[in-house]
């Protein structure tokens, strides 16, 4: 690897696959897909770490195939968290501007400290604290208050939070398998910076990345995100209802969804048959893939639903006006642009990986959203944190001093 290449690196810790992503930085703004390794992920259950040695062999599978199509070597890596331990919540600081009563890099920290003072349970800890506006004396809707005269300054942000045990375990697998971790980043939050235009962010949008094991939710309004959630619904949710209905193996099932799944039986024709293979050693049988849909479509309205119904929670169904995108490995399916549509009642689109060079057409798939956004957001990311480094013992050093400010603050008799 030449001394000058400035190398960033996603890696998406799936239900179903992880994920490597080596990027090359060609400038500022340019990022240039170098490498790409996949391997099946089976450590992972509903996107939480269940089996760590697992997960590790997976980690470095992925790695290495993705080292040798690059020709360099990894050391550091972006990495995506998600399951429905994750959660987002709005937040409000305020503080009085310093002396100059001109706004320093300092006053927006601790506008963004003080939004942060909230409560939050000692097993948490903050992922992400991400700026939806700032208030300076009255004055709303600014995004860069630096060098602005005021007094008093408010913060208004969006508050992601985690298990700490969850963040631990992804941070552990990947120093075993001898990477460092640069920083854990929301998988709806990275794979907006792969899908979604500025445009869209705009107007409002609703990004939906359906996975195998979660589906992620994220709004945006106004140029900055307003609402997040992770559902533990997902992919393998369809495999599973398919291999019960057609009285198949699991591996069998997930083939048959892949390859025939379609998510709108108004879409199949009648005569169309799939070859269903039987459990115990029976002869396969042939049904019609009519039958298969009616399996599938159910589902997945109950998955739209599921999520409409976190949209209209959060009181931002009115105003995502450029409607919603989908990623994720499960969108591909045939027929969920059209039931996203319907359940929706919202123009709806399939959101593919752009604005990177290199290896594009290798990468334009809806699986790749999330790994190429770790990238993305590594690149915008890299000059402010660049150099930090998390380890597990990190994270556990982090709750232990929750604890024991909670313990201190008990009044023994």
């Not at 995108?325 to 319907?342: D, Y």
């Amino acid at each position: 690897m030449a001394k000058n290449q400035e190398i960033i690196v996603g890696l998406d810790i799936g239900t179903t696959k992880i994920c490597c992503i080596i990027g090359e930085v060609k400038g500022e703004k340019e990022l240039d897909i170098i490498g790409i390794g996949r391997h099946p992920s089976t450590g992972l259950r509903k996107g939480v770490v269940i089996n760590i040695e697992s997960t590790v062999e997976s980690i470095k599978c992925a790695v290495e195939e993705a080292e040798l199509m690059a020709g360099v070597e990894v050391e550091s890596v972006y990495v995506g968290i998600a399951g429905n331990h994750v959660m987002g919540f709005n937040s409000h600081g305020v503080i009085a501007v310093n002396k100059s009563r001109e706004v320093t890099q300092a006053d927006i920290d601790r506008v963004l400290d003080a939004a942060q003072a909230v409560n939050i349970p000692p097993d948490r800890e903050v992922i992400h604290t991400l700026p939806q506006e700032y208030i300076l004396d009255d004055q709303e809707g600014i995004k860069e208050p630096i060098g602005m005269s005021g007094v008093r300054l408010e913060a208004k942000v969006h508050i992601v939070t985690g298990a700490v045990a969850s963040a631990q375990n992804i941070v552990r697998s990947v120093n075993r398998a001898g990477l460092e971790v640069n920083d854990i980043v929301l998988e709806p939050l990275a794979s907006s910076e792969a899908v979604l235009g500025p445009d869209e962010k705009e107007l409002g949008v609703a990004l939906v990345d359906i996975g195998g094991g979660t589906a992620d939710l994220a709004l945006f309004q106004e140029d900055s995100i307003k609402h997040t959630t992770v559902l533990a619904i997902g992919g393998n949710h369809l495999t599973n209802d398919i291999a019960v209905g057609l009285r198949t193996p699991q591996k069998e099932a997930e083939k048959i969804k892949k390859e025939y799944g379609c998510a709108s039986s108004a879409l199949v024709k009648k005569d169309e048959t799939i070859e269903v293979p039987s459990t115990g050693g029976r002869e396969p049988r042939i049904l019609s893939r009519q039958v298969l849909s009616e399996i599938v479509e159910p589902r997945v309205e109950e998955i739209f639903n599921m999520i409409k119904r976190e949209i209209e929670i959060s009181g931002l169904y009115g105003l995502i006006s450029s409607g919603v995108v989908l990623t994720g490995g499960t969108s591909l399916m045939e027929g969920m642009v059209e039931v996203a549509e319907r359940v929706f009642k919202l123009p709806t689109r399939l959101g593919y990986p752009k604005r990177v060079g290199g290896l594009v057409d290798v990468v334009r798939s809806t699986i790749f959203a999330t790994g190429v956004g770790l990238l993305k957001y590594g690149h915008i990311h890299r000059k402010a944190g660049g150099k930090q480094r998390l380890t597990d013992r990190h994270l556990f050093e982090k709750i232990f001093k929750k604890m024991k400010g909670w313990m201190n603050d008990l009044v023994f008799f």
